[in-house]
Every structure is written in C-alpha cells, then in structure tokens.
C-alpha cells in the first residue's frame, strides 16, 4: 500500500514552554486504520493539528522535524489539504458553524463548488452514514446532545469524501451502542481506500479494529507497531466507598420538559439525599443534558417543579455545574485566576481563596498549570479546570455532564475521587465508571 503520511523526529514546542511531542517518528499508509492512543495530555491532539496543517501553519511554537501528507512537505495551510484531508476536532465547537444541521453538511460542499442536487446527495449520504436519520436535516444543531453534534461533525467530514480521516477522540460523547456502530463505520471506510487516523481513550472500542497504533507517553511514542503486539493498560476502577446517606437535599415532582413539540421526557419524580452520588446513563439525545440544566435551574419544566430541601452556609455554592463542553466555562488568562473566580464571588478573603485554589490544584494534578492560560492545556486538562473552579467553592451539590470526557483511566478516577460534595450527579456514557463510582444509576431512554 502507498505511504500518504510520513512523519520523522517530530517535535514541538508550545509558546507556553512546553515540549508537546518529543522525537516522534511513524509512517502511514493508503487503507490503514491507524490508532493514536495515550494518556490525557499526552500530545495526540497536537499530533492531529499537526497532520491537518494547523501546526505549524497557524500555531505559533518551535517545530522541527519532518511531515509529508499526501506528498505535501509541511508547513502547508490547511486549506490546501482541504478536502483530501478532513478534520473532526475534539470540540464540536470549533468546527460547527450552521444553523442547522443540513446546512453544516452544505457548508463544505458548497466551497468546494458542488451543484445543489450534488449536495443533497451527499448530505443524505453522509446522514446515513452515521446513523442519523432524514429527518435530522432541519434540525437545529442548538437542540441536538453532545453526542449528536459529533455524528454531524462526523458526517460534514465524509461529506466531502476525504482520502485521509483525522478524528480527535469522536467517541467521547458518544453512547456504546453508536460508538460501536462508528467504530465499524471507520473500519468501512479504510475498506473503501480511505485513511482513518483516530485518536482516542475508549480503547475496548478500537483495538478489534484498528490495525496500527502509535502510543505516546508525555509525548514520546512509547509503542508503535502492529495493534496485535500491543498490551492497553488495564482500566481498573475499584468501587469507592459510599457515604452514610443523609436528608434529602433535592428532589423533583412530576417533571416534564419538551423542545416545542419533542418531548424529552414526563412524569419524572426522584429524590436526592446527601452521601449519594448518581449516575445517569441513556443513549444520546435521551435528554441527560436537559435533566441536568433542569436542575440546575437553566431550563424551565413545561410540567412539575423542581425543590430544593437544604440550603448550605454563605461561604459555599449551592450548586455547580460542569457543562459538557468545559471550555465555555473559562474566562480568565491563567489557571490560578480561574479557580480563584468562585470563591472571589463568595466574598472570601485572598488568603482563604489562595489555600483552596492550591488545595484543589493538588488534588486535580493541575498544580504545575497554575501560571499557564487555560486554552494552552489539552481538552482534559481543561476539563479539570472547569471542574476544579467549582471545586473551590465548594458546592453543596455538583452536577457533572460528562465529567470523564477525554480522561484516561487514572485521571477518572483521581478526579471522582476528589469530588466534595454532599450530593453528586453526573451523566456518562461509561458504563465502568458509573458502576464502580456511583451509589445509584438512572437509565433515562429516548
């Protein structure tokens, strides 16, 4: 098979001083499944913006090296590998620009000239490729799960049939049932002629498929080769240790919530005591978002209420919630100054909020970011940062929309380990995790 990607001595440097990728060196051919595996922060999302052209192109850094895609020799603007090379990026964000989602799928097609009955060939195409159904193509991207906006942010890549495939973690939102289907979707595509580079954690999904696989460490390949050669860590998750249960903090009566004429779920009634920590599980689009904005007070119920039973002392939050794409919650330039944010507002003195942003930086692994800008970290680094913000406020109860996202095993458990809270819920679609780390499970189902 022809060789489309050769890297050798790959290193770079961010402006911030850190050395993401350290003498990496690999080779890549026409049809291969090739797996980019390691654990969080250690460099597969930089590896990526690397093989799409936005570093060194557009990302200010020291790079050295050498990296040809598709005989193209590196630096090249990302436009000139568009569309022999798409991009699905970690964060749905960064990429989806439409309105709707037809509209998501148009927008490439459109630039690269394609008549309109061409382009609604293949955005039902593409749709169906991922498993979304015809009548996705007027929805609002705005109404659609995490996880669906990342089978639309999937489907805009393959609508414009690319020759090689980057995908940045395309399973982390996504539930097993689908994430199984996409797995063997991309073992498809490499049949067809297409090359699938996937950077991923959930590794059970991957390994039976992929045929490659370059594992990094701190950025250093610490295996490449054959995926039959290769051992995966264990992903060991023993089962914390639950809390005596106290009063009841929360509960809901009769709760109903619809999107106008799409209702997502009716006539839920829960109770929530203190020591509990609750998981909730459901495929995408089952409406574990919209429970959680619900009690968190964002979204109003059409029916029922939502009570709150116990109110904490003045010095911590009530309630804080992780959203599911974490970066909409950073604000500030460094990590210091975004922990400090909560309990600033909670009137504490410097002193106090200089000890619990050190406390929770300890006990997160965030402590030698303290100085760094947040957008510098990777998407799990910055999950945590999101999270330890709340953190510092202490919360009487955390809600958590998938906390585990882009974490590698020790980083899962670390962070469900140090969250301090009386009451903790948080949705997922790792089922391990909600049954090593949770008291109970609610399955919510479309």
């Known amino acids: 098979m022809k060789k489309l990607i050769r890297v050798k001595d790959l290193r770079f440097r961010y402006p911030s001083g850190e050395l993401a990728l350290k003498g990496v060196s690999f080779e890549v051919r026409e049809g291969e499944f090739f797996l980019l595996a390691g654990e969080t922060g250690c460099g597969k999302s930089t590896l990526i913006q690397v093989l799409c052209g936005l570093i060194p192109f557009a990302s200010e ?10 005989s193209w020799r590196l630096p090249v603007a990302p436009g000139t590998l568009f569309p022999a090379v798409a991009t699905v990026f970690q964060t749905t964000a960064e990429h989806l620009v ?8 148009a927008f490439g097609l459109e630039n690269l000239g394609l008549p309109p009955a061409e382009i609604e060939k293949r955005v039902e195409e593409a749709l169906y490729e991922v498993g979304l159904s015809p009548a996705f193509k007027d929805r609002a991207l705005t109404s659609l799960s995490g996880g669906e906006r990342q089978r639309v942010a999937l489907a805009a890549a393959l609508a414009v049939r690319p020759r090689i495939l980057l995908l940045d973690e395309p399973l982390a939102q996504v539930d097993p049932e689908n994430a199984h289907k996409m797995v063997k979707l991309f073992k498809r595509l490499t049949r067809s002629g297409i090359t699938v580079i996937m950077a991923e ?4 999904f991957v390994l039976p498929y992929a045929e490659k696989i370059l594992y990094l460490k701190d950025g250093r390949p610490l295996y490449y080769g054959p995926v039959k050669g290769f051992s995966p860590p264990q992903r060991i998750f023993p089962r914390l ?3 005596p249960l106290g009063p009841v903090i929360l509960k809901v009566e009769n709760l109903s919530f619809s999107y106008g004429e799409r209702e ?10 203190a020591g509990e920590r609750v998981a909730l599980l459901g495929p ?24 709150w039973c116990r109110r904490p002392p003045a010095e911590r939050l009530p309630l804080g919630l992780l959203l599911q794409d974490p970066d909409l919650m950073l604000v500030r330039e460094c990590v210091f100054s975004e922990l400090a944010l909560a309990p600033e507002n909670l009137g504490l003195n410097k002193e106090e909020i200089s000890r619990r942003v050190r406390e929770v930086a300890e006990r997160l692994a965030l402590t030698r970011y303290l100085d760094r800008p947040p957008f510098s970290l990777s998407r799990g680094e910055r999950l945590r940062v999101a999270l330890a913000g709340l953190l510092t406020a202490r919360p009487q109860v955390l809600l958590l929309d998938e906390p585990t996202t882009a974490q590698d095993a020790e980083n899962t458990l670390k962070l469900m380990k140090e969250l301090a809270a009386e009451l903790v819920i948080f949705s997922t679609h790792d089922e391990e995790v909600a049954t090593a780390l949770a008291t109970r499970v609610i399955n919510l189902v479309p």
């Open 241 to 243: 240790r639950p809390a």
């Open 98 to 105: 439409a309105e709707t989602v037809f509209n998501e799928l």
């Open 284 to 307: 995408n689009g089952s409406g574990k978002t919209t429970f959680l904005h619900l009690l968190a007070g964002l979204l109003r119920p059409t029916t029922g209420r939502v009570c």
């Open 201 to 204: 954690h959930r590794l059970k």
């Open 61 to 70: 850094g020291d790079f050295s090296g050498e990296v040809e895609v598709l």
């Open 264 to 273: 997502v779920f009716s006539g839920l009634n829960f109770s929530f005591r």
